[in-house]
Nanobody
Framework: QVQLQESGPDLVKPSQTLSLTCTVS??????????WTWLRQPPGKGVEWMGT???????YYNPSLKNHTSISRDTSKNQFSLQLSSVTPEDTAVYYC????????????????WGQGTQVTVSS
């Protein structure tokens, strides 16, 4: 059973950088063959794709977030991370990590395995 677990702060002040880590464990899949993705769901809104590291290491970002989003991975630890800089209250959301082999990387429905999500609030 593949499991993903997000970790990081639940409260971040405006203008600071939000850093989250996702740890992938369990299962018999070759995790490095998968696409590793961060998504989020603001209050009252749908799930938003933030960015992806593909199996070949290339990164892809939502154009609306590209200027302040960075995703990296450590395949030796089965971990990948999100950094979101210069956060504002509009970045308050439940943040999810997910992995899959999507035909459309920006489509949340294409991801097979998800973390439970972590609530992050941006407030002073």
């Amino acid at each position: 059973q593949v499991q993903l677990q997000e970790s990081g702060p639940d409260l971040v002040k405006p203008s600071q950088t939000l850093s989250l880590t996702c740890t992938v464990s369990g299962g018999s899949i070759t995790i490095s063959n998968y696409y590793w993705t961060w998504l989020r769901q603001p209050p009252g809104k749908g799930v938003e794709w933030m960015g992806t590291i593909a199996s070949d290491g290339n990164t892809y970002y939502n154009p609306s977030l590209k200027n302040h989003t960075s995703i990296s991975r450590d395949t030796s630890k089965n971990q990948f991370s999100l950094q979101l800089s210069s956060v504002t209250p509009e970045d308050t959301a439940v943040y999810y990590c997910a992995i899959g082999v999507p035909s459309q990387i920006e489509n949340p429905a294409e991801y097979d395995y998800w973390g439970q999500g972590t609530q992050v609030t941006v407030s002073s």
